[in-house]
C-alpha cells in the first residue's frame, strides 16, 4: 500500500520548455503533497508543500512564478518548470502523506524526475 | 528550530559487517516523529521506520534494528550481517506534531557494501 507514482522519470529538452511533472497517489487520497528537490549528493530540499483545493505553500527562496504547484484533486500534484534553464536541471521527488495525525504519517515518495536541461 | 546531523557522509563496509548509522536530532517539541529512508542508486525513497518520542523502545526487522535514545537526541540505525544490496544513502528524518508534516531531513549518509 501508499504507492506514489510519478511520471515522466527524465526529461531532457532544450532550454525555454516548459516541463510538468505529476505526482499521484495510487491507492491513498493524499491530503498533503510536498515537493522536494536533490542536487547531487546532497539531501533533500523541500521546495513546497500543497494541501488538496489550496494554494501551494512555497519554502523561502523558490520562486512561485518558476516552480507552478497545483494540487487538483486528492490523488494528483502537478509540478511545472516554467521557462527553464540549464540551473533548473536537477532530481526533482515527490511525497504524500494520508490523513491522521500531524506529523506522524511517514511521507511515500515517488521515484523521482531527472530533468535535465540542455 | 530543528535540526537533523547525520555525522558520517560516507561509509564502506566489507560484506557480513554490521554497520551503525548515526542519526542526532533538535526539537524544542516534546512531541515529534523519527524517520529513516532508504535511497538506492536509482533513486527513490524507501520508508524503513517510524517512531514517535513517546516511545522509546528498540525495535528490530530482521537485520535492520533502531536505537532511540531521548538523554542523547539520537536514532542510530544499525544493519547486521551487511549485504551489497544495502549500498545506498540513508536518511534519517524529523517532523514534529503540528506543524504540517514538514520533514526535515539530514545530509544522509552513503552506505557502500563490498563483496
Known amino acids: 500500500g501508499a504507492v506514489v507514482s510519478q511520471h515522466p522519470s527524465r526529461v531532457i529538452c532544450k532550454s525555454g520548455t516548459s516541463v510538468k511533472i505529476e505526482c499521484r497517489s495510487l491507492?491513498?487520497?493524499?491530503?498533503?503533497m510536498f515537493w522536494y528537490r536533490q542536487f547531487p549528493k546532497k539531501s533533500l530540499m523541500l521546495m513546497a508543500t500543497s494541501n488538496e483545493g489550496s494554494k501551494a505553500t512555497y519554502e523561502q527562496g523558490v520562486e512561485k512564478d518558476k516552480f507552478l504547484i497545483n494540487h487538483a484533486s486528492l490523488t494528483l500534484s502537478t509540478l511545472t518548470v516554467t521557462s527553464a534553464h540549464p540551473e533548473d536541471s536537477s532530481f526533482y521527488i515527490c511525497?504524500?502523506?494520508?490523513?491522521?495525525?500531524?506529523?506522524?504519517?511517514?511521507?511515500?515518495f515517488g521515484d523521482g524526475t531527472r530533468l535535465s536541461i540542455l | 528550530a530543528q535540526k537533523v546531523t547525520q555525522a558520517q557522509t560516507e561509509i564502506s563496509v566489507v560484506e557480513k559487517e554490521d554497520v551503525t548509522l548515526d542519526c542526532v536530532y533538535e526539537t524544542r517539541d516534546t512531541t515529534y516523529y523519527l524517520f529513516w529512508y532508504k535511497q538506492p542508486p536509482s533513486g527513490e525513497l524507501v520508508f524503513l521506520i517510524r517512531?514517535?518520542?513517546?516511545?522509546?523502545q528498540n525495535e528490530i526487522s530482521g537485520r535492520y534494528s533502531w536505537n532511540f535514545q531521548k538523554s542523547t537526541s539520537s536514532f542510530n540505525f544499525t544493519i547486521t550481517a551487511s549485504q551489497v544490496v544495502d549500498s545506498a544513502v540513508y536518511f534519517c528524518a524529523l517532523s514534529e506534531y503540528g506543524y504540517g508534516q514538514n520533514f526535515v531531513f539530514g545530509p544522509g549518509t552513503r552506505l557502500s557494501v563490498l563483496p
Open positions: 511525497s504524500a502523506t494520508g490523513t491522521g495525525d500531524f506529523g506522524a504519517q511517514p511521507q511515500h
Open positions: 491507492d491513498f487520497q493524499a491530503t498533503t
Open positions: 517512531r514517535n518520542s513517546f516511545d522509546e
